[in-house]
C-alpha cells in the first residue's frame, strides 16, 4: 500500500470518527434510541465487555467521568491500551499481551453477569 493511500485512509477514518462523536454528542444514546443495540445481549441476554461502550464514551464526551465509569469501567482503559498498541507496534507481537487481553476481557465478561453485589455494579447501568 502506498504513503499517500495510508495518509488518506487514516484522513478518512479520522473524519468519520470525528463525525460519529459529534453525532454521539449531540444525540446520546440514553435519549435517542437509533442507535444499534448489543447483538450479544440481545440475543443471549448476557453483557459482554463492551456493553455500555456507547453510552460511557457519550458521557465521556460529555465531561461525566462518573456516568461513563458506571456504564462501562473497562472502557478508558480500553481506549489506553489500543493507543498504546497504536503507538508501539512491537507489543501487538508478544503473545502475554494478547493473553493478558484476553483472560481481562472474558474475566470481566464472566464477573459484570453475576448477579451478586459488588458484581452487579460492573453492568452497565
Not at 444514546?29 to 448476557?46: K, N, S
Given at each position: 500500500?502506498?504513503?499517500?493511500?495510508k495518509?488518506?485512509?487514516?484522513?478518512?477514518?479520522?473524519?468519520?470518527?470525528?463525525?460519529?462523536?459529534?453525532l454521539l454528542y449531540?444525540?446520546?444514546p440514553t435519549?435517542y434510541?437509533?442507535?444499534?443495540?448489543?447483538?450479544?445481549?440481545?440475543?443471549?441476554g448476557l453483557?459482554c465487555?463492551?456493553?455500555?461502550n456507547?453510552?460511557?464514551l457519550?458521557a465521556l464526551?460529555?465531561?461525566?467521568?462518573?456516568?461513563?465509569?458506571s456504564?462501562?469501567?473497562?472502557?478508558?482503559?480500553?481506549?489506553l491500551t489500543?493507543?498504546c498498541?497504536?503507538?508501539?507496534?512491537?507489543?501487538?507481537?508478544k503473545?502475554?499481551?494478547?493473553?493478558?487481553i484476553?483472560?481481562?476481557l472474558?474475566?470481566?465478561?464472566?464477573?459484570?453477569?453475576l448477579?451478586?453485589?459488588?458484581?452487579?455494579l460492573?453492568?452497565p447501568?
Amino acid at each position: 500500500m502506498s504513503k499517500k493511500l495510508k495518509i488518506a485512509l487514516c484522513g478518512a477514518g479520522g473524519a468519520a470518527a470525528a463525525g460519529l462523536a459529534v453525532l454521539l454528542y449531540c444525540f446520546p444514546p440514553t435519549q435517542y434510541r437509533f442507535w444499534p443495540p448489543c447483538i450479544f445481549h440481545e440475543v443471549t441476554g448476557l453483557y459482554c465487555p463492551g456493553c455500555g461502550n456507547t453510552r460511557a464514551l457519550a458521557a465521556l464526551l460529555h465531561g461525566d467521568f462518573a456516568e461513563s465509569f458506571s456504564q462501562n469501567i473497562l472502557f478508558i482503559p480500553a481506549v489506553l491500551t489500543i493507543v498504546c498498541l497504536l503507538i508501539w507496534h512491537r507489543l501487538t507481537l508478544k503473545p502475554v499481551v494478547a493473553y493478558t487481553i484476553l483472560f481481562v476481557l472474558l474475566g470481566f465478561m464472566f464477573l459484570r453477569n453475576l448477579p451478586w453485589y459488588p458484581f452487579t455494579l460492573l453492568a452497565p447501568h
